[in-house]
């Protein structure tokens, strides 16, 4: 089934340079981009995308990476695009992921881990509504 999930390539990925190999696995795994825009989150954009999170220890750490520097945030499209996502990304603890995954190429710890990706079909619809209007999606 085709659906959609909400990517981000986090500030530490844009800054080692590995923008286009991230989009170059998503293109190769089936998954095409619909929606792209690179942006410096604000820290309180940052606290309203992970604010499923506010309460946990990380969360003023995380809320200060991620509205760090520029960011690209993508939607993309794909029979089971959630799923894929997560498995191509690679556990959360880059240490901890699969050899072949996006955070075991490019992360370097568990909070600093190149990429988000949606966990499910609701924070995906959440998620994507929070980056993008409708217009700015094409497939
Ligand atoms: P996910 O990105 O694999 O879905 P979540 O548990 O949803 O992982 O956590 C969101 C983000 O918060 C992670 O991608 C990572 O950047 C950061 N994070 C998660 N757990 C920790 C931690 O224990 N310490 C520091 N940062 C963390
Ligand atoms: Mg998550």
Redesign the pocket.
Known sequence: MSERTLAIIKPDAVKKHVIGDIIHRYEQAGLKPVAIKMLHMSKSVAEGFYAV?KTRP?FG??CDFMSSCPAVVLVLQGDNAIKKNRELMGA?DPAKADAGTIRKAHGAN??F?AV?GS?SPETANFEIGYFFPGMEIFD
């Open positions: 999170h990380f750490s995380l959360t568990i909070e881990n988000h966990d």
